[in-house]
């Protein structure tokens, strides 16, 4: 009998110390462990897809939330619900998981969740008194070699020495195994783990408030990878014209904590197939829910740009530049072609005097907002992150008042604790005063997007800005097929396509105040629907547009929020396919790299029956002129088979709108 008491005992001890839960479906299954540090496991069906990886929050004075925990109480919720996105991809989004709670004795929790499409964990802090975080172990643990895309940032000089902690959050990704990856520099999220059998994991993270942002290194497990963070600045100058803050030393801590509250959610998104990660809502669904109801004010759209162009307007009876003759030349061409936005990017405000209340005495604000009212277009207005910091509140409100619909904010170039606090507290300002936020020159979006909707875009991507600088070995092509399966992942993207100057993989070459794209016209064309991006640029100069009506209104009608989305046959690195819907018209895009391909494209997501299809497909000589293309309007029948046969040319884009007669 005492025997069996014991047996009993040692089996409910064990039973403690590993707690399983699996998604709704059963596919995605995590093994918590409890020993002398607390661990995870992520297995896909019957695949362990990482190996036992440790977890732990450093709080200094030898307190380690995950080393010897002790476990208090344990609790399981399921959850299943539909969330509306005021602006997004898709009209409706399934959020459906299962989740585990532990509640251990020395003041915090760790929740895990288990989606259908990935798994997601959090601390959660439980104590009443501020504290700081020394560090932080998160680690994700292969247990292989696997191969891996990795962007490692660009770091700018500081104090004479390349920062990896200050940078664009603008690279290009290496194909790699981890073995391979020994520059030393951290790699940016998402990251891209490529394992043997075509499944991949997306690592990133999500509901980043308040809190450095994570990159990623190898530890020292086989295949491991382990989070990293900027430490919390200490002194930070003033540089770039007063425009940007730049940390000269910082603390031995990676942030400072209030009390209680919930950390950033570090996200492993698993997929059997590339095309999965087209369509992946899980950043967006571990974010906190809006502040706010009242979203008819948000207005997604087109935006006429001056920056990449260079103010290059010609044919015109005056003198092209930041002047309120070239800008009300961008609110004609945006009026006439139903484009909701013109953007005055750097140049408006008096330069070296970080101040936005001193405008140019060569642009007339007043007067530019009234007459692009009278077009039914909106003014947005460019500004450094440190100038619109000194004071947001008044400035929103200045601006607000006078008609101004947002700001496109710049030069952050850090992800540490401020800068985080910044973006956020840039986003509730905006939604205070009823102003877009296009958070430019900053790190990858992390669900900001659904915590404040008027926050409707975000860069830390390798855009066609790259072009007007490009060295020769730059392959934008290669890129342009491979971030939306990683980068993308996390939200939309400042990309800024639409350039009516093409070239070939031969004849391109850096020009900064006439650039022109890698790869051909219909690639341009098709980046609309390939990239999400809710405020979506025309980058090229209205005279430039004007010179191929075809082309700009096709683009300009192209809406920037969808209904629906359905990724077809897609190849990471290769050739990328999306189908999104608007209403009852599809679009569908399709880009390949420098290879010339045949894709199948598959409409089984059509209903049969006749459509009237407008099509801009690459031109015969488009490898001699990647300017070339072909335009048909023509009738689709859609059968039984429901497929469409597209060629791409090396380079090449393809683009179809297709609305059900």
């Given at each position: 009998?005492?025997?069996?008491?014991?047996?009993?005992?040692?089996?409910?001890?064990?039973?403690?110390?590993?707690?399983?839960?699996?998604?709704?479906?059963?596919?995605?299954?995590?093994?918590?462990?409890?020993?002398?540090?607390?661990?995870?496991?992520?297995?896909?069906?019957?695949?362990?897809?990482?190996?036992?990886?440790?977890?732990?929050?450093?709080?200094?004075?030898?307190?380690?939330?995950?080393?010897?925990?002790?476990?208090?109480?344990?609790?399981?919720?399921?959850?299943?619900?539909?969330?509306?996105?005021?602006?997004?991809?898709?009209?409706?989004?399934?959020?459906?998981?299962?989740?585990?709670?532990?509640?251990?004795?020395?003041?915090?929790?760790?929740?895990?969740?288990?989606?259908?499409?990935?798994?997601?964990?959090?601390?959660?802090?439980?104590?009443?008194?501020?504290?700081?975080?020394?560090?932080?172990?998160?680690?994700?643990?292969?247990?292989?070699?696997?191969?891996?895309?990795?962007?490692?940032?660009?770091?700018?000089?500081?104090?004479?020495?390349?920062?990896?902690?200050?940078?664009?959050?603008?690279?290009?990704?290496?194909?790699?195994?981890?073995?391979?990856?020994?520059?030393?520099?951290?790699?940016?999220?998402?990251?891209?783990?490529?394992?043997?059998?075509?499944?991949?994991?997306?690592?990133?993270?999500?509901?980043?408030?308040?809190?450095?942002?994570?990159?990623?290194?190898?530890?020292?497990?086989?295949?491991?990878?382990?989070?990293?963070?900027?430490?919390?600045?200490?002194?930070?100058?003033?540089?770039?014209?007063?425009?940007?803050?730049?940390?000269?030393?910082?603390?031995?801590?990676?942030?400072?904590?209030?009390?209680?509250?919930?950390?950033?959610?570090?996200?492993?998104?698993?997929?059997?197939?590339?095309?999965q990660l087209l369509d992946?809502?899980?950043?967006?669904?571990?974010?906190?829910?809006?502040?706010?109801?009242?979203?008819?004010?948000?207005?997604?759209?087109?935006?006429?740009?001056?920056?990449?162009?260079?103010?290059?307007?010609?044919?015109?009876?005056?003198?092209?530049?930041?002047?309120?003759?070239?800008?009300?030349?961008?609110?004609?061409?945006?009026?006439?072609?139903?484009?909701?936005?013109?953007?005055?990017?750097?140049?408006?405000?008096?330069?070296?005097?970080?101040?936005?209340?001193?405008?140019?005495?060569?642009?007339?604000?007043?007067?530019?907002?009234?007459?692009?009212?009278?077009?039914?277009?909106?003014?947005?207005?460019?500004?450094?992150?440190?100038?619109?910091?000194?004071?947001?509140?008044?400035?929103?409100?200045?601006?607000?008042?006078?008609?101004?619909?947002?700001?496109?904010?710049?030069?952050?170039?850090?992800d540490d604790q401020q800068?985080?606090?910044?973006?956020?507290?840039a986003a509730e300002a905006?939604?205070?005063?009823?102003?877009?936020?296009?958070?430019?020159?900053?790190?990858?979006?992390?669900?900001?997007?659904?915590?404040?909707?008027?926050?409707?875009?975000?860069?830390?991507?390798?855009?066609?800005?790259?072009?007007?600088?490009?060295?020769?070995?730059?392959?934008?092509?290669?890129?342009?097929?491979?971030?939306?399966?990683?980068?993308?992942?996390?939200?939309?993207?400042?990309?800024?396509?639409?350039?009516?100057?093409?070239?070939?993989?031969?004849?391109?070459?850096?020009?900064?105040?006439?650039?022109?794209?890698?790869?051909?016209?219909?690639?341009?064309?098709?980046?609309?629907?390939?990239?999400?991006?809710?405020?979506?640029?025309?980058?090229?100069?209205?005279?430039?547009?004007?010179?191929?009506?075809?082309?700009?209104?096709?683009?300009?009608?192209?809406?920037?929020?969808?209904?629906?989305?359905?990724?077809?046959?897609?190849?990471?690195?290769?050739?990328?396919?999306?189908?999104?819907?608007?209403?009852?018209?599809?679009?569908?895009?399709?880009?390949?790299?420098?290879?010339?391909?045949?894709?199948?494209?598959?409409?089984?997501?059509?209903?049969?029956?006749?459509?009237?299809?407008?099509?801009?497909?690459?031109?015969?000589?488009?490898?001699?002129?990647?300017?070339?293309?072909?335009?048909?309007?023509?009738?689709?029948?859609?059968?039984?088979?429901?497929?469409?046969?597209?060629?791409?040319?090396?380079?090449?884009?393809?683009?179809?709108?297709?609305?059900?007669?």
């Open positions: 009998m005492l025997f069996s008491v014991l047996a009993m005992s040692v089996s409910l001890s064990n039973a403690q110390e590993k707690f399983e839960l699996k998604s709704p479906s059963g596919l995605n299954h995590v093994s918590v462990a409890l020993g002398t540090k607390l661990s995870w496991t992520l297995y896909n069906g019957e695949e362990r897809m990482l190996e036992p990886s440790s977890i732990s929050l450093d709080l200094g004075n030898g307190r380690v939330w995950g080393h010897d925990p002790k476990l208090r109480k344990v609790s399981r919720t399921s959850h299943k619900d539909l969330i509306h996105p005021p602006v997004y991809r898709k009209k409706v989004i399934k959020d459906e998981y299962n989740e585990l709670t532990l509640d251990f004795k020395d003041y915090y929790s760790v929740v895990f969740r288990a989606y259908d499409d990935g798994v997601a964990y959090r601390f959660v802090s439980n104590e009443k008194k501020p504290f700081v975080i020394i560090s932080e172990e998160a680690s994700f643990n292969i247990g292989n070699d696997s191969k891996a895309y990795i962007a490692t940032p660009k770091g700018r000089l500081n104090n004479g020495v390349e920062d990896p902690f200050y940078s664009s959050f603008q690279n290009t990704y290496n194909h790699i195994r981890i073995s391979e990856w020994n520059d030393g520099k951290p790699g940016m999220l998402p990251l891209l783990l490529d394992r043997e059998n075509g499944k991949k994991i997306c690592i990133t993270e999500a509901d980043l408030i308040d809190y450095p942002g994570m990159y990623l290194t190898k530890n020292t497990v086989a295949g491991g990878l382990s989070g990293l963070f900027a430490p919390y600045p200490k002194h930070v100058v003033t540089e770039v014209k007063g425009l940007k803050g730049v940390v000269k030393s910082r603390e031995n801590y990676i942030a400072k904590i209030a009390g209680q509250r919930a950390f950033p959610w570090r996200v492993a998104i698993v997929s059997s197939k590339d095309q992946n809502d899980m950043v967006y669904k571990l974010a906190t829910p809006a502040k706010f109801s009242d979203f008819s004010w948000i207005k997604p759209g087109k935006v006429a740009w001056d920056w990449w162009n260079n103010w290059n307007v010609y044919n015109v009876d005056f003198n092209s530049g930041v002047n309120n003759e070239t800008y009300k030349y961008y609110i004609d061409f945006a009026a006439k072609n139903k484009i909701e936005y013109v953007i005055l990017d750097e140049g408006w405000s008096v330069e070296g005097k970080a101040d936005l209340f001193q405008v140019v005495p060569q642009i007339n604000l007043p007067d530019l907002i009234s007459y692009a009212q009278k077009g039914n277009v909106g003014i947005i207005l460019w500004a450094g992150y440190k100038a619109f910091d000194k004071d947001m509140d008044a400035i929103c409100k200045h601006y607000a008042s006078m008609g101004v619909k947002g700001f496109k904010i710049d030069f952050m170039d850090r800068m985080i606090d910044f973006n956020y507290r905006g939604a205070k005063h009823r102003l877009l936020i296009d958070l430019h020159g900053t790190s990858k979006p992390t669900g900001l997007q659904r915590t404040f909707p008027n926050t409707i875009n975000f860069e830390g991507v390798h855009g066609l800005e790259e072009m007007k600088w490009a060295k020769p070995e730059l392959d934008q092509v290669k890129y342009d097929v491979t971030m939306p399966f990683i980068r993308m992942v996390a939200g939309p993207v400042d990309y800024t396509q639409g350039a009516m100057r093409n070239a070939n993989k031969d004849n391109f070459r850096t020009v900064y105040t006439e650039p022109m794209s890698q790869g051909t016209r219909c690639r341009q064309l098709a980046e609309y629907v390939v990239f999400e991006s809710p405020l979506n640029m025309l980058c090229d100069a209205p005279s430039n547009y004007i010179k191929e009506p075809e082309c700009t209104k096709f683009i300009a009608a192209i809406p920037t929020v969808w209904d629906e989305v359905i990724p077809l046959d897609s190849k990471i690195g290769e050739y990328v396919a999306i189908a999104r819907r608007k209403g009852d018209t599809w679009y569908v895009g399709a880009l390949t790299d420098w290879t010339a391909r045949d894709i199948v494209l598959d409409l089984s997501f059509l209903e049969a029956g006749s459509y009237e299809a407008e099509i801009f497909k690459d031109g015969i000589n488009v490898d001699k002129v990647a300017e070339d293309y072909k335009r048909e309007v023509k009738k689709v029948l859609v059968t039984e088979s429901k497929v469409y046969n597209a060629h791409l040319a090396s380079g090449g884009g393809f683009i179809m709108k297709l609305k059900k007669k």
